[in-house]
């Protein structure tokens, strides 16, 4: 487990770049073959969601919930552990940002920084929870985080209805104004698209999971324990507690995303029979920027681009939903396989080295 | 060595990204609407009847009222394929495009989050109708109009109380009352089930219509509710269907969308292996689908009439903005199919009877449990 | 035997592999009933000759003559069909099934629809007998030792019609008595006209058995000689490329005042419900090597990971510098002064995909110089690595070139450098040397020597009799996880009586060994 999870924390960005080329080339292809104009539909795409200030607003905002997810996912699996759950934790996140939001009643300079603060905590100890799991009863993570996905959905549920839907509702009230982390003015100046804090949380937190990772003592830790667990053992660090820490973090990534959904884009939740999948997009997103947080940042704009621009592409230009989902899929699907990809390049890169090291040595003797 | 490992390293991650894919899968119809009927020439819109020859038949070679206008649809979370509601308004759609010539187009959302840009995106391309399917879209209806005061929309199932938004809500409890007096005249047990999606309101809606007709006619029977908590999972749909069974119920109402089909599935499999038992379907004449042999007979919600007459006075120029229509008995929008061939005559005389007092007002069904 | 045909002849075999000529133009070849030696250190291409030559890779230039006639050999298929035999250093053996049901596996003998097992045994017990394998075809290979479990391998080749028999590192898993043995089988199967080819890096027994040696050195064949007109120094210089000195200058010394001391030790995870380590106590002074000798699964794993700390001790106490560390955890016993050179560098010592610098302040108990507040002092860190790269010979493309390019010995040299560089009181070293070339194996005894004459006290584990002669003070024998006896290597080896100690017979002299 741990070695091909080690095998995908390697950034590059040349084979990123021919994936998404190979699979928009496939994605043609495959509306060719529908009788689709694949310029057309791309066309489509980007106008999307470059085709006013309220579609680009959208696009962050479609952006924000996966680049938090990605990077709790990314996170983990630096250390060798896959949170399948940060579905799971980006719900308990946001049911306790809806919590302070609309039972505490504060000034706003306290009141939405302390329902960010407490989502945030909350999701870290959802995430701490499966760790602790990991590492203290050797159940595995992915089978206790799809379960906790459910206890969270459920619990969820169970404590909005119980607590704060109203008689007749499904969704909870608003929140109070004050704890709202909207910015009305950047709304207003990109079209009335839904505007809000979270998505500059979100680059402060891509800084955050670099410097966190490669710059602190618990980041080489951490590492450590996820290239080779026996060896950070050996080497005296904890890593029982280093799984707990990593998804205490991780955790908090993901309760991030959910805090700013509630906070920032719905102001009230919703008890739903099933949960939004951002966990599950935050596992595409984390392998498409190679569990580094720049290419998460990347992965995650990316995946953005493409939900948000493919209602463009069967708006505008009536390729329809099944074959859209074929696009949208492979382009992810080459990204994420890079390691076709690595093998079809290798070749050309390793002839353009040799090359190298022949006009090195060539060099070599003239001098 | 380690070029070696790096093998089934790819495989797994594949396997991991076809799962993650296929997880993400049956939400994908998400954001990927479907793109409309009149301009596919694909298979996609199976439901459309007409199959149009060419991408531009919809475009003004009819003659009818609606050449020319453009009414769209977002789904909830459903989808357009959900054997529910959203596949009832769409068909109304396509009834639309194909007898009056309008163009008609539909996106379904993947997330919640989708509301409002999805319907944005119809206010933009200039519909003169956009339908939201759900009550999840008050809200971001409400935003919607809101910022486009000259847009027109519809809703079902929730209202809006602005100028430029009509909405359509049913008297589900009303119709469920019928249903009840069928199954409390029907069961030989005395006992009977709900099966309900999520606890929500509107489908406790169904639930209490429900109670009420059966305590009227049958004190003595007993109404055993299950709430599934989902509204796609057929399979725990079957699992309660089949505990209900062996507990002796006879008979099970379902209002419980794609879940229900378990309930459906579990009672078929009953029948195969020679035990007779009923299901009330829901929303649609689910004999239709699921067969007379299990199908006692179907609370129908006719939101596919309520759809196309909505958008019909748009059609003409007729919007009726700020209204909310509530549609029961009296105005034909919830109630039993037409044809019940499971139900006796007498049963149905005593559901014609119930009606009128109902619609006379001399029954007030209750619309929470 | 010079006068017989060759069976095998390999002419100018030339394999590449992306930057690396693995095989650069070889010749060699094979006569019929001998045993032949290919000596070389780790990464001089024996293993991908070999390769060639039972049909996993195929040569890019050269040719393969098998009985006069050149062949192609695209597969191990067709090495079989050849009759060339292989038995691999690992095993691939199906625990649970009899040796006859191993033995037969892929061709087994059908009747009807079933397998032919009656005949099966029959054969397997006749071509035992004939070698003087001694082996029993009804057994099941989990219930047999790992000497027997190799002439199943051995019985398999042989099954199969294998006239050449290619031997890769026979004895790396061997006792003391099970090599003797080896060395006997090998010699019959010789005598009975079977070619042998014999991978090795022990000299010793490359003076024992073989007739002819072939040197490798860097992918080309160095020499081929006779062993009759060789010697041990001769060859080790033709592998190496220069002059090797075998002796170890172990200067006398006094030892100091009890570093470590052992008393009862019980260690949970042995088979079957017994101890891992049962009871073991030790003591090591300051300035003193103990080695500990024994064969491979003795307890030695479980005893160096209670030392440490990484598996619990389940009786007895562990006492560093008088300090009683039994319950403490592996970093408090890093901060008494414990350091470790782990058997399997690769898995215990390092962190591959770390950068050389990341590696060397592993575990490192000086916080405050390198990790100043919790962050990463990089400059601080790459000075210190680049010191000890320098001071410890480690050649690298730099520090920041990822461990796992380095090369096992400068990969172990890294290790030795780390661990020493802290100044442990207790150096745990197990199977320092293992997989590493001549050289490499020159500088790490060098370095425990050194570390014994700064005081420091060394627990040598290792399953070469030869490198615990050479180094140790003292040597104690480990047997099914207890401490079998001690003998004194100054007094010379003795095969013979560490060999029962090491099979599992306690030393009637017992008494002595704890003092």
Not at chain 2, 43 to 57: L, T
Not at chain 2, 61 to 77: F, H, R, Y
Not at chain 3, 180 to 204: P, V
Request: charged share 20%.
């Amino acid at each position: 487990m741990s070695k091909w999870i080690s095998s995908l924390n390697q950034p590059t960005a040349l084979v990123p770049a021919v994936a998404i080329l190979f699979g928009l080339v496939f994605g043609g292809i495959v509306m060719l073959l529908g009788g689709f104009d694949p310029i057309a539909a791309y066309a489509a795409l980007v106008r999307k969601v470059f085709g006013s200030s309220y579609d680009i607003g959208e696009t962050i905002r479609t952006i924000t919930p996966i680049l938090f997810t990605g990077l709790a996912v990314g996170f983990a699996f630096r250390a060798g552990v896959f949170n399948i759950g940060a579905d799971g934790q980006y719900i308990i996140g946001m049911t306790a940002a809806t919590f302070v939001g609309i039972k505490i009643h504060l000034p706003a300079f306290l009141h939405a920084p302390l329902a960010v603060l407490v989502g945030m905590i909350c999701g870290g100890l959802w995430g701490a929870l499966c760790g602790y799991l990991k590492a203290y009863r050797g159940v595995h993570e992915v089978i206790s985080a799809i379960m906790l996905n459910w206890i969270a959905l459920f619990l969820s549920n169970y404590l909005l209805m119980k607590f704060l839907v109203e008689e007749g509702q499904q969704k909870t009230p608003n929140i109070d104004e004050t704890a709202s982390v909207s910015i009305g003015w950047l709304s207003e100046a990109m079209g009335g698209a839904r505007m809000d804090w979270g998505i500059w949380i979100g680059l402060i937190s891509v800084a955050l999971f670099y410097i966190l990772l490669w710059r602190t003592k618990q980041g080489y830790d951490l590492r450590a324990v996820g290239h080779n667990p026996d060896a950070a053992q050996a080497a005296g660090i904890n890593v029982k507690t280093t799984f707990m820490k990593t998804m205490m973090i991780s955790g908090m990534f993901a309760g991030l995303g959910g805090v700013f959904s509630v906070l920032g884009v719905f102001h009230y939740q919703v008890a739903s029979g099933a949960s939004e999948g951002y966990g599950f997009d935050g596992i595409a997103v984390a392998l498409l920027g190679g569990n580094h947080p720049v290419g998460i940042l990347f992965g995650a704009i990316l995946f953005g681009l493409l939900t948000y621009g493919s209602a463009g592409m069967n708006f505008d230009a009536n390729v329809p939903t099944e074959i859209v989902r074929i696009v949208i899929g492979s382009i992810i699907f080459f990204v994420a396989s890079h390691s076709i990809i690595t093998k079809l390049l290798k070749p050309m890169l390793s002839r353009r080295s040799t090359n190298k090291r022949k006009g090195a040595s060539a060099d070599g003797n003239a001098g | 060595m380690y070029k070696k490992r790096m093998k089934p390293v790819s495989v797994m991650m594949i396997v991991i990204m076809a799962a993650i894919l296929v997880l993400s899968g049956c939400g994908k119809k998400a954001n990927n609407g479907g793109a409309g009927a009149s301009a596919s020439p694909s298979a996609s819109e199976s439901a459309s009847p007409s199959a149009p020859a060419s991408p531009s038949a919809s475009e003004p070679s009819s003659p009818a009222t609606g050449a020319g206008k453009k009414v769209g649809m977002v789904t909830d979370l459903g989808g357009v394929h959900d054997k529910s509601f959203n596949q009832q308004a769409w068909e109304a759609l396509q009834k639309l495009k194909e007898e009056d010539g309008a163009s008609v187009k539909y996106l379904e959302s993947k997330k919640d989050s989708d509301y409002i840009p999805f319907l944005s995106n119809f206010v933009k391309d200039g519909y003169d109708l956009t339908w939201g399917i759900g009550f999840l879209f008050q809200d971001a209806a409400t935003q919607v109009a809101k910022q486009n005061p000259n847009a027109k929309f519809a809703l079902v199932d929730t209202s809006v109380d602005l100028p430029n938004v009509e909405s359509v809500l049913f008297k589900e409890n009303e119709g469920s009352y019928l249903v009840g007096i069928v199954a409390g005249l029907t069961t030989k047990s005395n006992k009977i089930g709900f099966v309900g999606g999520m606890k929500l309101p509107v489908i406790q809606k169904f639930e209490a219509g429900f109670k009420a007709g059966v305590a009227a006619v049958n004190p003595d029977a007993k109404v055993t509710v299950n709430y599934v908590g989902d509204f796609n999972k057929p399979d725990l749909g079957k699992l309660a269907a089949a505990s209900m069974y062996d507990a002796g119920n006879d008979i099970i109402f379902v209002a419980a969308g794609g879940s229900g089909n378990g309930v459906f599935t579990e009672a078929k499999q009953r029948f195969k292996s020679g035990k007779k038992v009923w299901v009330i379907g829901v929303d649609k004449d689910q004999s239709l689908e699921f067969g007379n042999d299990v199908t006692l007979t179907s609370m129908m919600k006719k939101v596919d009439e309520a759809v196309y007459k909505v958008s019909k006075d748009v059609l003409n120029g007729e919007f009726q903005g700020g209204k909310v229509v509530e549609l029961g008995l009296a105005e034909g929008g919830v109630g039993l199919p037409k044809d019940n061939p499971n139900v006796s005559e007498d049963i149905l005389k005593k559901v014609d009877e119930y009606s009128q007092k109902i619609i006379s007002g001399e029954i007030k069904v209750p619309t929470t449990p | 035997m010079e006068q017989s045909v060759p069976v095998v002849e390999l002419a100018g075999i030339t394999k590449r592999f992306p930057g690396i000529v693995a095989n650069d133009d070889i010749s060699l070849d094979l006569r019929k009933g001998e045993i032949h030696a290919l000596l070389g250190e780790n990464g001089a291409g024996k293993s991908t000759l070999m390769s060639i030559l039972f049909g996993l890779y195929q040569p890019d230039e050269g040719e393969i003559r098998v009985n006069g006639k050149a062949v192609k050999i695209d597969g191990a298929g067709k090495a079989i069909e050849l009759g060339i035999g292989m038995v691999h250093q690992h095993f691939k053996l199906v625990q649970p099934f009899t040796v006859a049901e191993n033995i037969v596996l892929g061709v087994e003998p059908v009747r009807g629809l079933s397998i032919h097992l009656k005949q099966a045994n029959e054969k397997v017990r006749e071509l035992s007998a004939r070698y003087g394998l001694k082996v029993d075809p009804l057994v099941k290979v989990q219930d047999i030792s790992v000497g027997m479990q190799q002439r199943v391998e051995i019985l398999k080749t042989l099954y199969r019609g294998a006239e050449i028999l290619i031997f890769d590192e026979p004895t790396a898993v061997l006792t003391v008595q099970e090599i003797q043995e080896l060395m006997q089988i090998l010699r019959q199967l010789a005598g009975e006209g079977k070619s042998i080819i014999l991978i090795t890096h022990k000299l010793k027994e490359i003076m024992e058995v073989s007739d002819r040696v072939t040197i490798i050195r860097r992918g080309k064949v160095v020499g081929t000689v006779r062993t009759a007109e060789t010697s041990e120094s001769q060859l080790a210089e033709m592998m190496v490329g220069r002059r090797v000195s075998f002796d170890v200058n172990k200067e006398k010394r006094e030892p100091g005042p009890v570093v470590l001391e052992v008393e009862n030790l019980t260690v949970a995870g042995g088979e079957r419900g017994t101890h891992a380590v049962d009871g073991v106590s030790l003591r090591i002074r300051e300035g003193e090597i103990l080695g500990l000798a024994g064969v491979d699964g003795n307890g030695q794993h479980e005893l160096v990971e209670a030392l440490a700390g990484l598996r619990p001790a389940i009786g007895g106490r562990i006492a560093l510098n008088g300090a009683d560390v039994t319950r403490l955890p592996t970093k408090a016993r890093i901060e008494a002064g414990l350091a470790s050179i782990p058997e399997d560098r690769q898995k215990h010592g390092l962190v591959l995909d770390f950068t050389l610098s990341e590696n060397m302040v592993l575990g490192s108990t000086e916080r405050r110089r390198f990790f100043g507040g919790g962050f990463l002092k990089d400059k601080e860190i790459d000075a210190y690595a680049k010191k000890l790269v320098a001071d410890f010979d480690v050649r690298s493309a730099g520090v920041h070139s990822r461990a796992r390019s380095l090369s096992g010995g400068n990969q172990q040299k890294a290790i030795i450098a780390r661990e020493l560089e802290r100044h442990p009181k207790l150096i745990v070293a197990v199977q320092p040397t293992r997989g590493l070339d001549i050289g490499a194996i020159e500088f790490v005894h060098e370095r425990l020597l050194q570390a014994r004459s700064e005081g420091k006290a060394i627990l040598l584990i290792s399953y070469e009799l030869d490198e615990l002669y050479k180094l140790s003070d003292r040597i104690q024998v480990i047997s099914g996880g207890r401490i079998m006896g001690e003998v004194d290597p100054e007094l010379g080896e003795d095969d013979d009586k560490i060999g029962l100690m090491m099979a599992g017979q306690a030393s009637n002299d017992q008494g002595g060994g704890a003092a």
